[in-house]
């Protein structure tokens, strides 16, 4: 049963914080942050831009316009994937990216190349020159770099030459990994470049060394880019190479560019800094803002109390900045990193009085509790009888009656056999603990196997939620959920005996300790189906709707053969028929739990929906539901699946495993179900008979890959309708069969009900 039975009830805090990220899940999704003019496309192959930068093929009014259409991009549509270019007079660059934060563009130029025969005969030489008309080259960020044994390199503008000399004798001569003159030598750029040639030249034609060293080279690159090795001597080991230009609105200063509000650039909640390289202006979003500077309500204001969390207590988001402040009765400044919030001390007399009573009368209860608990001890027979009487043999009978002997009634089992089974609750035979009660292994008296759940001893409310899992269960026969074979009342807590299932939970196989899971795609597809057959089962078959408000990765429990047993049923939840709303205490497991039943604490079916999403997210990735140990942003994983997906970044979260197994059309297929398991508002979510239906559908398909999709996609409908009318009748179907049709691995195992 694994240490799977815990049950988090959610301090208020947590609640609240879990609220707000959904309500930042719904900002995010309301406004798509917009980084171009309305109708413009902003993504050329993997490049994506933002105004001020813009194609023409939706007119021109997509890019900033100037003269020189600096700020245009060409997209080559005739290549794959197609590629942006930036137009200059005499060249075109390709474009690798473009920051808006920074202000940089990356392009690649070509690099000038020298080289020579063993003769000294000259066999190839270029010198590639670079221009673009307003944005200079990045002095900041680029090298010039030379590499050769004989070489004379230049890099030159309209008004300055600079460069560097290498040379060596012998290829011992050279440090590898050092580019100080010896092979290699480097300079740095000057501010205000816009154009440069580059030219290599050779003093003594690399007679005596063109064996290690036939051609010299240079080039200006990205600071990082290149690191120089010996054996970089033979030649480079590349043609072209990445640098990084600054851009700009050209050709005004700050100060002249605000005094024609028609011309500025620069638009609400940002500022306006003069460019340190080059000869115009940068825009900026003020701090607290983010967006795109140069749009129409492109800076938008940061939510810092979602994003950050700031604030121990309370916390306003205001425009720009935000304000802690600390609930009545508490001082201090409510921050995080500042003294956070504290409980005003008052000391009266009067309290102190008042103090000493109380703990005097609690001391004088906890006395007389002690000696009624001593005095309780030692007639424990009446008190189990007591509760046989008021609690469990009703209850019990009452489900009895119900079942009207169906099937074979779960075994009520005496004190005795069980302590047999377990070796007298022996420490040695626990599988696990939880917040429900422990789980111990036994073996009844003919070696049948069995899991063993105990209530934590005197907790009313574990009683409860014990005999309302016996209620449920009791109920329910399905193949994928896991079987009650009994139950024992006889103890002054209750006990529940179930089959034992041998293999662990799914929590266990995914998220194995230290190596790698061995759970095939196959396998996760197959138990992703299974529970959600057994969910569906629950929301649609029972007898009354069954909510089970738990599910997640290690209430799945597999067995023998890897099939999933949905466990724990201590939450469920019995919903009657006519509809009514169920309101009740909030409780699940974090990083599972519904953000809207959360936030409303209504319960529908769409919050198994939600949970089941997460098990989803968790069987492609991996991860787990919730970690601390993963960065803030991906903490949560459904919010970092959503994230993922959202930045077609999908399957950099993928489990290699997965990846390597699954066909990516299937991936993402699974992926989109589990994104829209995970939608924040529940009526978006889809119901666990669609679910369980596209599950299907994809397990059908994997085995039968002749079958084409839509013809398939109705024979599942086909079946599962068949099903759902079978459900509100009189449930039975002739389940056990083993042949291995598509119709007998669609349909879910129901063999009675009531
Ligand atoms: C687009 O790319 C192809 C292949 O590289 C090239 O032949 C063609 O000239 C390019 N078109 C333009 C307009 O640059
Ligand atoms: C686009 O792809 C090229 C190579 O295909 C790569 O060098 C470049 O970094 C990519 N750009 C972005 C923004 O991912
Ligand atoms: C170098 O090239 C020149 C001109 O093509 C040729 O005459 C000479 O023989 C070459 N030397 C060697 C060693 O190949
Ligand atoms: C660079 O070379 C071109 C011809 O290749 C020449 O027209 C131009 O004047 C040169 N520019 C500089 C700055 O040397
Ligand atoms: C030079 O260093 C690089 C990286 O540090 C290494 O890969 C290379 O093998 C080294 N070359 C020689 C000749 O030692
Ligand atoms: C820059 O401004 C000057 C005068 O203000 C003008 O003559 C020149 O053409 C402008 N250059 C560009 C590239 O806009
Ligand atoms: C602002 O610039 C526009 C366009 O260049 C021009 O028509 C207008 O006269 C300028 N206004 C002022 C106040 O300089
Ligand atoms: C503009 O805003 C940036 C970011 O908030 C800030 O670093 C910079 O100092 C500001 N510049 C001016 C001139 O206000
Ligand atoms: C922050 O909120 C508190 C309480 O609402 C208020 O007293 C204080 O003036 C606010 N501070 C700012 C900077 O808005």
Known sequence: ????????????????????????????????????????????????????????????????????????????????????????????????????????????????????????????????????????????????????????????????????????HSVLDVINGSCSGIGCCETSIPRDAYRYNISVTSYNNHLGISEFNPCGYAFVAQDGFFSFSTDNLRGPPFDMVPLVVDWLIPNQTCDDAQKNTTTYMCRENS???????????????????????????????????????????????????????????????????????????????????????????????????????????????????????????????????????????????????????????????????????????????????????????????????????????????????VKLIGCCFETEVPLLVYKFVTNGTLSDHIHKCGHESTLSWRARLRIAGETAGAL??????????????????????????????VADFGASRLVPLDGTQLTMLVQGTLGYLDPEYLCSSQLTEKSDVYSFGVVLAELLTGLRALSFERAENERNLSLYFASAIKGERLFEIINPMVLNEGNPEEITEVAMLANQCLTVKGEDRPTMREVAMELEVLRAMDRHPWLNRSGDLEEAEHLLGERSSECDGILRSNASGSDDSISNQVAFEIESRR
Not at 41 to 57: H, I, K, Q, S
Not at 133 to 144: D, E, G, L, R, V
Not at 292 to 311: A, F, M, R, T, W
Not at 541 to 547: K, M, V, Y
């Open 1 to 168: 049963m694994g240490g799977s039975m815990l049950l988090h009830r959610l301090p208020l805090r947590v609640v609240l914080l879990l609220c707000s990220l959904v309500a930042l899940f719904s900002v995010v999704t309301a406004d798509v942050v917009q980084t171009t003019k309305p109708g413009c496309v902003n993504r050329c192959g993997n490049l994506t831009f933002a105004y001020p930068f813009g194609m023409n093929d939706a007119g021109d009014d997509c890019y900033f316009k100037e003269e020189s259409k600096s700020f245009l991009i060409f997209c080559n549509d005739s290549t794959d994937p197609p590629t942006p270019r930036m137009y200059s007079k005499d060249s075109n660059f390709r474009v690798l990216d473009i920051s808006m934060e920074s202000h940089e563009i990356s392009v690649t130029v070509f690099v000038a190349k020298d080289c020579y025969n063993s003769s000294g005969t000259s066999l190839y030489n270029n010198d590639p020159h670079f221009s673009l008309p307003i944005f200079p080259i990045s002095s900041a960020k680029n090298k010039f770099i030379a590499v050769g044994c004989n070489t004379y390199a230049t890099f030159s503008g309209s008004t300055y030459v600079t460069g560097c000399l290498s040379s060596c």
């Open 271 to 481: 500022n306006c800094t003069d460019a340190e390289n080059g000869n115009g202006y940068q825009c900026h979003c003020l701090k607290g803002f983010q967006g795109n500077p140069y749009l129409q309500n492109g800076c938008q204001d940061i939510n810092e109390c979602v994003i950050s969390q700031p604030c121990v207590e309370i916390c306003t988001n205001l425009p720009g900045t935000y304000n802690c402040s600390c609930p009545k009765g508490s001082r201090g400044d409510g921050k995080k990193d500042g003294n956070g919030c504290t409980p005003t001390k008052r000391f009266r007399s009067m309290d102190i009085v008042l103090g000493v009573s109380i703990s005097f009368l609690l001391v004088l209860l906890g006395v007389s509790w002690l000696y009624w608990g001593l005095r309780e001890r030692k007639i424990s027979r009446r008190r189990e009888k007591f509760f046989l009487e008021n609690g469990g043999r009703l209850m019990l009978q009452k489900i009895l009656s119900e079942r009207e002997g169906s099937i074979e009634s779960a075994r009520i089992f005496t004190d005795e056999e069980l302590k047999k089974a377990t070796d007298h609750y022996h420490e040695s035979r626990i599988l696990g603990q939880g917040g429900h009660g422990t789980v111990y292994r036994g073996i009844l008296a003919d070696n049948t196997v069995v899991a063993i759940k105990k209530a934590k001893i005197f907790d009313r409310s574990q009683v409860e939620e014990f005999i309302n899992e016996l209620i449920i269960l009791s109920q329910i026969n399905h193949r994928n959920v």
């Open 536 to 565: 569906l089962y629950l929301h649609s078959c029972a007898s009354a709707q069954i909510l089970h408000r738990d599910i997640k990765s290690t209430n799945i429990l597999l067995d023998e053969n890897y099939t999933a047993q």
